[in-house]
């Protein structure tokens, strides 16, 4: 099982190229934890104030999108391409949690076929509690020429 905990090898190794990160993705600060190849992303975010309820918790939404882009990643890693669409995406919040701490959010595929990808994950804080859980269907476009 080969394991990934930095971007650059992934580069070095031709896995992936060196490319900009979309808006959606900085405005969240991703940070690359672990990649295993052909099983499961890592990804963490900071629970920064901006993203705090008035609960000083991280809203909802902000929990969905770090998911949304770690779930985007995978697929990119196991399919070499960004012709891709999110059908559905269903989170699921156990927890809060709280300004200056971490969300780890880990995904995996459960199946692929010629057009879907069903994928699941689990987000956690720094103590290692599950905060949310998600689920996802992912569209796969055609590549041929039309």
């Known amino acids: 099982m080969l394991i990934y905990r930095d971007v650059e090898s992934m580069f070095a190794d031709g896995l992936v190229e060196p490319r900009e990160s979309p808006p959606c993705v900085e405005i969240m600060q991703r940070e690359f934890v672990e990649y295993v190849v052909g099983g499961s992303l890592t990804c963490a ?8 309820n008035p609960r000083q918790s991280m809203q909802g ?3 969905c ?12 890693l196991v399919t070499r391409s ?3 669409a999110t059908v559905d995406l269903d989170c699921n919040y156990h927890k809060p949690i709280f300004e200056n701490d971490k969300l780890e959010v ?3 595929v459960k ?4 057009t879907i990808i069903h994928m699941i994950g689990e987000a956690r804080n720094r103590e290692k509690e599950l905060i949310a ?4 269907n992912i569209y796969l476009f055609d590549k041929k020429p039309r």
């Open 65 to 76: 999108a770090a998911f949304d882009n770690t779930f985007g990643m995978l697929v990119y």
């Open 82 to 84: 960004l012709d891709m």
């Open 106 to 108: 880990t995904v995996s």
């Open 61 to 63: 939404g902000f929990i």
């Open 111 to 114: 199946s692929q076929g010629k």
């Open 133 to 136: 859980s998600a689920t996802t």
């Open 45 to 52: 975010y900071p629970a920064l104030s901006i993203y705090s």
